[in-house]
């Protein structure tokens, strides 16, 4: 009988959106964002996806700015978790800009959404020299993608010698940012049946899926049960299983920990986790 591979759940506590009128407990400053990661952590969270702000509170890309969150989890958590920054747009950064910061601040992890890094062919070249300085500098690198076309188009890439590794690790997102966006675990099929079937999109070992609103964890438990591993967070969701508004960012991990652990499943670690994406 096979066993049931262990599930890595990453949180997202902050995103560059929502603001403490949201949420008061939104981690914004560096030490709130050190505070939630240790929470998460004793949750079961083995990652931790970082946004950081400006002094107005708006969405920031800034390698200062990165290195202060970096230290402040770190000094908190130690290397008990996976240090993921954003690279994320939010229609204020070009390209080049997004990858500059990543070169500065040279993470242990970085999230890289396809469709603004690569919004044209002619934009290929540059992205896969990119992703051979990622290789190089040993920076784990997350490939989001909103659609299977672009799983398909991220292959594509692969074939044509443009990724420098046979495998990537991949974040499927089951919606858009948009108000009232809720998801639903049927949200994910597109991604998993044309992945099996492999006519529009190949398969991934490394996937992870986050989705939007009240039904963040189902869909993020339908994720775990079929070999996937998940994130969450006030980044995409405010709200427990129930409809009720949570606490914190921890109550969002455990709202998936604990039903994956009580229906005899496991957790990965941090160090499963890198483990998983150095391959």
């Not at 240090?83 to 950064?93: D, F, H, N, V």
């Not at 076309?149 to 858009?176: C, F, K, N, S, T």
Request: charged fraction near 25%; proline fraction near 6%; charge should be neutral.
């Amino acid at each position: 009988m096979m066993e049931r591979r262990p599930v890595a759940i990453a949180v997202a506590p902050n995103g560059g959106r929502r603001t403490k009128a949201d949420h008061p407990a939104l981690p914004i400053t560096p030490a709130e964002l050190a505070r939630n990661a240790a929470e998460c952590r004793d949750a079961g969270a083995a990652m931790i996806h970082i946004h950081v702000r400006d002094r107005g509170g708006a969405h920031l890309l800034d390698a200062d700015a990165y290195r202060a969150a970096i230290a402040a989890i770190r000094a908190e958590v130690g290397d008990a978790l996976v240090l993921q920054i954003t690279s994320e747009s939010l229609g204020r950064y070009r390209p080049a800009e997004q990858m500059a910061v990543v070169r500065s601040v040279r993470p242990e992890a970085v999230s890289l959404a396809l469709r603004e890094l690569v919004p044209d062919p002619a934009d290929e070249g540059a992205f896969a020299e990119f992703l051979m300085w990622l290789k190089r500098e040993r920076v784990a690198p997350q490939i989001i993608l909103y659609a299977p076309e672009e799983a398909a188009r991220l292959d594509g890439m692969r074939r044509r010698g443009l990724v420098p590794w046979d495998d990537i690790p991949v974040l499927h997102v089951l919606g858009r940012y948009v108000a009232g966006q809720t998801s639903l675990p049927a949200d994910l099929l597109p991604f998993l049946a044309s992945a099996i079937l492999e006519s529009v999109a190949p398969r991934f070992s490394s996937w992870m899926v986050c989705a939007f609103g009240r039904h963040e964890a189902a869909c993020a438990l339908a994720a775990a049960l079929l070999g996937g591993d998940i994130r969450v967070g006030f980044e995409n969701n405010l709200h427990r299983p129930d409809g009720s508004l949570a606490g914190s960012n921890a109550d969002l991990v455990r709202a998936v920990a604990e039903p994956l652990i009580g229906s005899g499943g496991s957790l990965a670690g941090a160090v499963d986790l890198r483990v998983a994406w150095s391959k």
